[in-house]
């Protein structure tokens, strides 16, 4: 089998004093062994609610898992005790993010906590431990690896930050790295370096990756595969290929056609007029882009599109997709 995670039916629910919503609410997403999905959708669709999911690391204590499972090798996450988790966490699966001293701690240098790491995960000694941390902040480009441990994260640049981070996910070679924006904050030309380096250990090391970006130009030229959020739900994913050549959903085609020539670099996805509302929010049923969409009929409304396969793994939640390519 080369399923390595399979996220299914997972229902997240935010419940603060000001609203309580499902934030989640998703068919269900698949990666293969070595494969890299691209997570896209706009602000608040759920793309870090799902990551934070996988591993059950909220950045909030608002968000609660209400159902679902998330199948890891097999193992379904939801159901592990916190030891296994702790074992899976930095481990099996690594986490990136847009802000690099997520996973830094300001107050201790490089060095302590990459060797605390690699202890904890691989059982290494001291000084085998050293040269791990060694080659790995040499695998992300960083000349002078000693000199690196020696430093706090506040005496290093954005970008010398963010390989760092990279280089603690990746030092135990986890079978998975979930990188959640993780060059938004840079200058274009780090990130274009970055960027090479996560598809370096993808192809090198045959990692997976769950990579979460509002930039559709990187998919187009990264990813695999694609997967589609709007308002917490899946409404398309396939091939990166085909869908960016023939999106069926109306939310992909109206993202897609916003942008003119599919090379152009973009940071933010396109503006599409509306806003993207909860269900609860919205009143119940029916699917969430009914609202904004030019093809919605009174069935949208009332009843909500599953993920259905149209062509072999190319999938769709919509009753009325697009039945020619643009
Ligand atoms: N701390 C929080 N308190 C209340 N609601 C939250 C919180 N964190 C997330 N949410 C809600 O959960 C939903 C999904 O948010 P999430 O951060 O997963 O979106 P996203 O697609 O990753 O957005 P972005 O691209 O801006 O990072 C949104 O409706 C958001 O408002």
Redesign the pocket.
């Known amino acids: 089998m080369n399923e390595l995670l399979r996220v299914e039916q997972l229902r997240v629910r935010?419940e603060?004093r000001e609203?309580q919503?499902t934030?989640l609410d998703l068919d269900h997403i698949s990666l293969q062994k070595g494969e890299m999905l691209a997570l896209v959708?706009e602000?608040?669709?759920?793309?870090?609610?799902t990551a934070s999911s996988i591993l059950q690391l909220f950045?909030?204590a608002?968000?609660r898992i209400t159902g679902g499972r998330v199948l890891f090798n097999g193992t379904n996450l939801l159901e592990a005790s916190p030891s296994v988790m702790n074992g899976i966490r930095g481990k099996e699966i690594s986490m990136i993010f847009q802000d690099p001293m997520s996973s830094l701690n300001p107050v201790f240098r490089i060095g302590k906590v990459m060797l605390e790491i690699i202890r904890r995960y691989t059982g290494a000694g001291k000084k085998q431990a050293k040269q791990l941390a060694e080659e790995s902040l040499k695998f992300v480009g960083l000349p002078d690896p000693s000199g690196i441990m020696r430093r706090y994260p506040h005496e290093l640049s954005g970008g010398q930050r963010q390989r760092v981070a990279i280089a603690m996910a990746m030092v135990c070679k986890p079978k998975l790295l979930i990188a959640d924006e993780p060059t938004t904050a840079l200058d274009v030309t780090i990130q274009s370096q970055i960027l090479y380096l996560i598809n370096k250990l993808k192809e090198e090391e045959g990692m997976s990756v769950l990579f979460i970006t509002?930039n559709l130009g990187i998919v187009s030229q990264m990813a695999d595969r694609i997967a589609v959020?709007y308002a917490?739900s899946i409404v398309e994913t396939g091939r990166t290929d085909e869908v960016f050549r023939f999106p069926r959903h109306p939310y992909t085609r109206l993202l897609l056609d916003a942008i003119p020539r599919l090379r152009e670099r973009r940071d933010r996805l396109p503006v599409i007029a509306g806003t993207a509302v909860?269900k609860e929010a919205a009143g119940g049923q029916g699917c969430s882009f009914a609202g904004r969409c030019p093809r919605a009929t009174k069935r949208c409304t009332a009843e909500k599109p599953q993920l259905r396969a149209v062509v072999s793994s190319h999938e769709i939640a919509c009753f009325h997709p697009w039945e020619e390519e643009r």
């Open positions: 935010i603060t609203r919503v934030a959708g602000t608040g669709s759920g793309k870090s609610l950045p909030t608002a968000a509002h959020m917490g909860l």
